[in-house]
């Protein structure tokens, strides 16, 4: 696991900074050519007769996404070493699509990690460019992903907790993609900081995690500010701060994950 979680490196190098960023110039893409855009796909189970409640949907894709960062094959020499390299030096973007029935199956077959929560399924992919995406994929919508929220319940004790900023609203696609975004984040900190023993654990688990709502003098209490560092040092606390690419303003945190302490 640590030799896989090397993989996550230049992103723990830029976090601090990317939280510093002016709002505006997180979307700056002014140096990216738009042929090479590398992303994760995620695809999102939703069948017609029994879809998924929402806050189970999320976590499996908060799950799903860091599996694939750190599978054996990401460590040094590993076949999907170079895939998610290149997507984690440059910028991380993801974007989930909706499956049911035959497509869903189709995209099995594909390198990448399903998980499931209750009956909730999401499989995240390795990453890759836009413009090579296999058409098992690219005829899956990107729109539609809206479930119930269902009644999540109390968090299983012990694992991270993924706070959604309760002042936005975002799609379930949307969301999903943020959570993954957060336990990579998690990841890439947690063996910043010299905590492998703590992500090993976590892997053999299968990275569980609990999506959840809080109220908004929660959120503002646990927001790092302009002490990114400090908050993860010593609550354990870091941010999701989205580009401003789709639905929300530039400069946003989306989501604030916290490590069990």
């Known amino acids: 696991m640590t030799d896989?979680?090397?993989?996550?490196?230049p992103l723990t190098a830029r976090y601090a900074s990317w939280l510093e960023l002016p709002d505006e110039s997180t979307a700056d893409t002014s140096d990216e050519d738009p042929d090479n855009v590398i992303l994760m796909p995620m695809v999102l189970r939703i069948e017609r007769n029994d879809p998924p409640a929402r806050t189970d949907m999320l976590q499996a894709a908060g799950s799903a996404a860091v599996a694939v960062c750190l599978d054996e094959r990401c460590g040094p020499g590993g076949e999907w070493r170079e895939a998610v390299g290149a997507w984690v030096a440059d910028r991380i973007r993801k974007v989930a699509r909706r499956a049911r029935g035959s497509h869903w199956n189709a995209v099995q077959s594909l390198p990448g990690h399903t998980v499931t929560v209750g009956n909730a399924q999401v499989r995240a992919f390795l990453p890759m460019r836009l413009s090579?995406?296999?058409?098992?994929?690219?005829?899956?919508q990107i729109s539609g992903s809206e479930v119930e929220p269902g009644e999540p319940g109390s968090?299983?004790?012990?694992?991270?907790?993924?706070?959604?900023n309760?002042?936005?609203?975002?799609?379930?696609?949307?969301?999903?993609?943020?959570?993954?975004?957060a336990t990579m984040i998690l990841a890439a900190l947690l063996h910043g900081s010299g905590q492998d023993a703590a992500l090993d654990a976590w892997a053999k688990e299968g990275f569980p995690c609990a999506v959840r709502t809080p109220d908004a003098a929660s959120w503002r209490a646990?927001?790092?500010g302009d002490a990114p560092e400090p908050a993860w040092r010593e609550h354990g606390v870091a941010a999701v701060r989205d580009a401003g690419f789709?639905?929300?303003?530039?400069?946003?945190?989306?989501?604030?994950?916290?490590?069990?302490?």
Not at 4 to 9: D, F, G, Q, Y
Not at 155 to 160: A, K, L
Not at 247 to 261: F, N, R, S, Y
């Open 4 to 9: 896989a979680a090397s993989v996550l490196e």
């Open 132 to 140: 090579e995406m296999p058409k098992e994929l690219t005829r899956l």
């Open 155 to 164: 968090p299983v004790p012990g694992v991270p907790r993924l706070w959604l």
């Open 166 to 181: 309760p002042d936005i609203e975002m799609s379930a696609g949307k969301s999903a993609a943020q959570v993954g975004h």
């Open 222 to 224: 646990m927001q790092p």
């Open 246 to 261: 789709t639905e929300i303003d530039p400069g946003t945190v989306t989501v604030l994950a916290q490590w069990p302490g």
